[in-house]
């Protein structure tokens, strides 16, 4: 099969379009026929090894892995001892291994059925960044009808699922996004847009119940300046470092949550069927949609992980298979 490898820790250009094998179904797991794939910055994390402590976990000189990719929509053409749920040709989308490639595994419990009326591209782009908006709003969060909710980085990923989610929850959404982006923001829903270049939504009069932070491009004293006294602050995004700097503000939060009046929430997303299931469910009743601003073949995977390692990317970005 076709598939896209590397053999060091690197920049896209590390990247090959190979040949190998198919992968073998072992226990718990399906074998899919990909249809699409979805790039998130974890791909480019995971591709330069950084931070330098995730090669603690996935190879310190030279990746374990030789593969790249986790979101994933495809078919089921094979089936693992003790995997339930599933059947040949169904459907599927969610968290797989190595997914830019034409067959990849997935584990039954990381995958749930695909909306028929939704196409493999739009599947592929809700796993990673839909959980973690809707983990982040309903479970970090806790979100409640009526709260004023203010999402930084809501042109990305996750910022254009998250403003649409926290819209179904009957929450007034205030997005944070360059001027460029401010007319999609709004036709997600969002009640009011804040241009990040020209004003900060921390030295404002505004304070919000749910500060949900994306980017890491603010202090820890910002958000919670801008949550006010009771507010909660969420932190599900970091910025570009090799060594410390994604982490800094959840240890910086995870130190100060007892001592100071806001609440302050890091997350780490939990990918599940039933969480998927519940992604299907805003899909289909129209509350959820996609936002993809460009698709790749999988020949041209390096262009799309260095597109989304750039930044300011609207949505998601997906290599077709």
């Given at each position: 099969m076709k598939a896209i490898t590397r053999r060091k820790y690197g920049s896209p250009e590390v990247l090959h379009f190979s040949e190998v094998d198919a992968p073998t179904p072992g226990p718990g797991k399906l074998l899919l026929k990909v249809a699409a794939a979805s790039?998130?910055?974890?791909?480019?994390?995971?591709?330069?090894?950084?931070?330098?402590?995730?090669?603690?976990?996935f190879g310190f000189f030279t990746p374990k892995q030789k593969g790249l990719g986790a979101d994933v929509a495809g078919t089921v053409v094979g089936i693992g001892e003790g995997a339930e749920g599933f059947a040949i040709?169904?459907?599927?989308?969610?968290?797989?291994?190595?997914?830019?490639?034409?067959?990849?595994?997935?584990?039954?419990?990381?995958?749930?059925?695909?909306?028929?009326?939704?196409?493999?591209e739009s599947a592929s782009s809700l796993p990673c960044a839909g959980i973690t908006?809707?983990?982040a709003l309903r479970d970090k969060a806790k979100i409640q009808p009526g709260q004023h909710v203010l999402i930084n980085g809501a042109a990305g990923g996750v910022g254009t699922l998250a403003v649409q989610i926290a819209k179904?929850?009957?929450?007034?959404?205030?997005?944070?996004?360059?001027?460029?982006?401010?007319?999609?923001?709004?036709?997600?829903?969002?009640?009011?847009?804040?241009?990040?270049?020209?004003?900060?939504?921390?030295?404002?009069?505004?304070?919000?119940?749910?500060?949900?932070?994306?980017?890491?491009?603010?202090?820890?004293?910002?958000?919670?300046?801008?949550?006010g006294r009771e507010g909660v602050v969420v932190l599900a995004g970091g910025s570009k470092g090799k060594w410390f700097a994604p982490m800094k503000l959840i240890a910086?939060?995870?130190?100060?949550?007892?001592?100071?009046?806001?609440?302050?929430?890091?997350?780490?997303?939990?990918?599940?069927?039933?969480?998927?299931?519940?992604?299907?469910?805003?899909?289909?009743?129209?509350?959820?949609?996609?936002?993809?601003?460009?698709?790749?073949?999988?020949?041209?995977?390096?262009?799309?992980?260095?597109?989304?390692?750039?930044?300011?990317?609207?949505?998601?970005?997906?290599?077709?298979?």
């Amino acid at each position: 099969m076709k598939a896209i490898t590397r053999r060091k820790y690197g920049s896209p250009e590390v990247l090959h379009f190979s040949e190998v094998d198919a992968p073998t179904p072992g226990p718990g797991k399906l074998l899919l026929k990909v249809a699409a794939a979805s790039v998130n910055p974890y791909d480019w994390h995971f591709l330069r090894g950084e931070p330098y402590l995730l090669r603690l976990m996935f190879g310190f000189f030279t990746p374990k892995q030789k593969g790249l990719g986790a979101d994933v929509a495809g078919t089921v053409v094979g089936i693992g001892e003790g995997a339930e749920g599933f059947a040949i040709g169904d459907e599927v989308f969610g968290w797989g291994e190595e997914t830019f490639a034409e067959y990849a595994l997935a584990k039954a419990t990381s995958v749930a059925h695909k909306p028929k009326a939704m196409e493999f591209e739009s599947a592929s782009s809700l796993p990673c960044a839909g959980i973690t908006a809707l983990q982040a709003l309903r479970d970090k969060a806790k979100i409640q009808p009526g709260q004023h909710v203010l999402i930084n980085g809501a042109a990305g990923g996750v910022g254009t699922l998250a403003v649409q989610i926290a819209k179904s929850f009957g929450a007034s959404v205030t997005g944070v996004c360059s001027a460029a982006s401010a007319d999609l923001v709004r036709s997600l829903g969002a009640d009011d847009v804040v241009d990040y270049v020209s004003e900060d939504f921390s030295k404002g009069p505004r304070t919000f119940d749910v500060v949900l932070d994306l980017v890491g491009n603010r202090s820890l004293r910002a958000y919670r300046r801008a949550a006010g006294r009771e507010g909660v602050v969420v932190l599900a995004g970091g910025s570009k470092g090799k060594w410390f700097a994604p982490m800094k503000l959840i240890a910086k939060a995870i130190l100060q949550d007892r001592f100071v009046p806001q609440r302050l929430e890091t997350l780490m997303a939990n990918i599940g069927t039933v969480d998927l299931d519940v992604l299907s469910q805003l899909v289909i009743s129209g509350d959820l949609t996609p936002v993809i601003q460009e698709t790749f073949s999988l020949s041209a995977t390096a262009s799309a992980v260095a597109l989304v390692e750039a930044g300011h990317v609207h949505g998601k970005v997906v290599v077709r298979i």
